[in-house]
């Protein structure tokens, strides 16, 4: 088949959720095998290891300057017509970007008191930075255009091959830094086949000028502002217990979050189906607080089940497949979990205040939770342990999903 037949566009919401659903259901299915099976090989202290180099360099995606993605989307949501202006526009932008994120984490790398091993991995692996500018980029292509299928079928794609050969790879007595190599070929791979397709439903040219366009690149800063604090309040956890504790201690939180992170397979599917709608409802005066409301209880309804599914699951799961080592990590998962319910009910008020052009009041509710997960981890690790850590992440989950449904709320009403 052609591959100019198979672009032929649904026009569904509800055809493109179902799309992103399914495929991340799949994606995060095959990434629930790895993140049993890596572990189980791999031990505490290695997976830790792994998982350190990883989550220090994720931080460092906001120096990509991704936000701007946000902006590029929700104008062309508005003004499908201009797409392609649009878009070249940004690309030169989010290419420099991306190369300065990764020159900052190697020297930052560098400079941190990890053992040279593990500062040798984090320089390496920061060239992941140079291929999430691009990929996100191509991303927002599929997202306006509403083919959400071919955003589900490469990450399908990139975590199949990725989990397998990391598998496969562990098996046969490599170490840390095979991972890491596997993942960035990985990346790189899929990467040019994603590229080839996103060329055949927008003829950009990848190598544009750079345009500095003021507006946009402001927009763009704020929403790259709120996910590095969004990254604060979670994913630094990661970073700060590799500073306060040791690997092994990585390990262990590192697959109870992996695990309670899988059950967010659907968020961001329902977040790249609901922006562009919501930036066109609300282009058309027809988003109302209703509506939000009714997608906020919709929702929570299997968000809650989740929430008491998983505990049971996991006193029976995580002793048989990740091993005895790891049944300090139950414990951590039984809090943890209920962070679910906190990330899904506030997607559509965030959404709405994205798509609204209210992110910078995101971005001081994200300020107060960033810091306050910090100082809490730091109060609850020497109080509690492991656990004072996914006791703080969950404080500080509720406190942001209370703040931001509350205020988007009065932002709709108004």
């Known amino acids: 088949m052609k591959l100019k037949k198979v672009l032929k566009p649904p026009n569904s919401v509800v055809v493109n959720t179902t799309y992103l659903t399914i495929g991340s259901f799949l994606s995060q299915i095959v990434s629930l095998i790895g993140a049993f099976f890596i572990p189980r090989l791999l031990g505490p202290a290695d997976y830790g290891a792994y998982q350190t180099v990883i989550n220090f360099v994720g931080i460092f995606s906001l120096f990509t300057f991704s936000g701007i993605n946000k902006v590029v989307l929700r104008e062309c949501s508005k003004r499908p017509e201009y797409a392609k202006e649009i878009f070249e526009e940004t690309i030169g932008l989010r290419l420099l970007f991306s190369i300065f994120a990764f020159l900052l984490c190697a020297i930052v790398a ?109 927009q ?99 002793p048989v497949l990740a091993g005895e080592n790891f049944k300090q990590s139950i414990a951590i998962i039984n809090v943890l979990v209920y962070f679910l319910l906190f990330n899904y009910i506030v997607v559509p008020f965030g959404i709405s205040l994205q798509a609204n052009n209210n992110e910078s009041i995101q971005i001081r509710i994200g300020l107060l939770t960033a810091l306050a997960n910090i100082t809490l981890n730091i109060i609850f690790y020497s109080k509690y342990g492991l656990v004072g850590i996914a006791y703080s992440t969950l404080f500080t989950y509720f406190i942001h999903s209370f703040l931001i449904t509350m205020l988007g709320y009065i932002k709709l009403k108004a």
């Open 110 to 218: 560098i400079l941190m008191g990890y053992d040279k091993g593990t500062k040798v991995f984090i320089v390496i692996y920061s060239g992941s930075l140079l291929y999430s500018g691009l990929r996100d980029s191509v991303d927002i292509i599929y997202q306006f255009n509403r083919r959400m299928e071919f955003i589900s079928f490469f990450s399908i794609l990139r975590n199949t091959i990725s989990v397998s050969l990391s598998i496969l790879a562990v098996m046969a007595g490599y170490g840390v830094l095979t991972l890491i190599l596997i993942q960035m070929a990985t990346q790189g791979i899929v990467l040019l086949s994603n590229y080839r397709v996103s060329k055949k439903l927008l003829r950009f040219r990848l190598l544009s000028h750079i345009f500095l366009n003021k507006r946009i690149i402001r």
């Open 220 to 318: 763009g800063f704020n929403f790259s502002l709120l996910q590095f604090l969004n990254v604060l309040s979670g994913k630094i956890d990661l970073v700060m217990i590799s500073i306060m504790g040791t690997t092994a201690e990585v390990g262990l939180y590192a697959l109870a979050y992996n695990i309670v992170e899988r059950g967010l397979m659907v968020r961001q599917s329902l977040s790249q189906s609901l922006f562009p709608v919501y930036a066109k409802l609300l282009e058309d005066r027809n988003l109302d607080a209703r509506i939000v409301l009714k997608h906020t209880a919709i929702i929570a309804l299997p968000a809650s089940a989740l929430c008491i599914i998983t505990p049971p699951l996991a006193k029976w799961i995580i």
